[in-house]
């Protein structure tokens, strides 16, 4: 089995940053594109940024220039530092991953429960 563990999140002044991570555990052989989304009340989940295995970034629009993704694959780890952080960034943001358990594995989708980030006025 497979498991995404986010840690991090919490409340954090406009303008402020805050750094959240995810690890992924259990019978790993592979680790493909990893993610992070968000979805905030009344909203649609949206991808917030996105890093493959071989390091190609995306980012929504809203956050580019504020917001960084990165990840480390041999602890398969993906992190998401939030700098400049507005109201409207509030949400909770959930861990994505890509992850097959041997390697004629099927790619397999994996979420991790999610972490609150609540950014104040």
């Known amino acids: 089995q497979v498991q995404l563990q986010e840690s991090g999140g919490g409340v954090v002044q406009s303008g402020g940053s805050l750094r959240i991570a995810c690890a992924a555990s259990?019978?790993?052989?592979?680790?493909?594109?990893m993610a992070w989304y968000r979805q905030a009340p009344g909203q649609q989940r949206e991808l917030v940024a996105s890093?493959?295995?071989?390091?190609?970034?995306r980012y929504a629009d809203s956050v580019k220039g504020r917001f960084t993704i990165s990840r480390n694959n041999a602890e398969h780890t993906v992190s998401l530092q939030m700098d400049m952080l507005k109201p409207e960034d509030t949400a909770v943001y959930s861990c994505?991953?890509?992850?097959?358990?041997?390697?004629?594995?099927?790619?397999?989708?994996?979420w991790g429960q999610g972490t609150q980030v609540t950014v104040s006025p």
């Open positions: 994505y991953a890509q992850i097959r358990s041997e390697w004629h594995g099927e790619r397999r989708d994996y």
């Open positions: 890093v493959t295995r071989r390091g190609n970034l």
């Open positions: 259990g019978t790993i052989f592979n680790v493909d594109d």
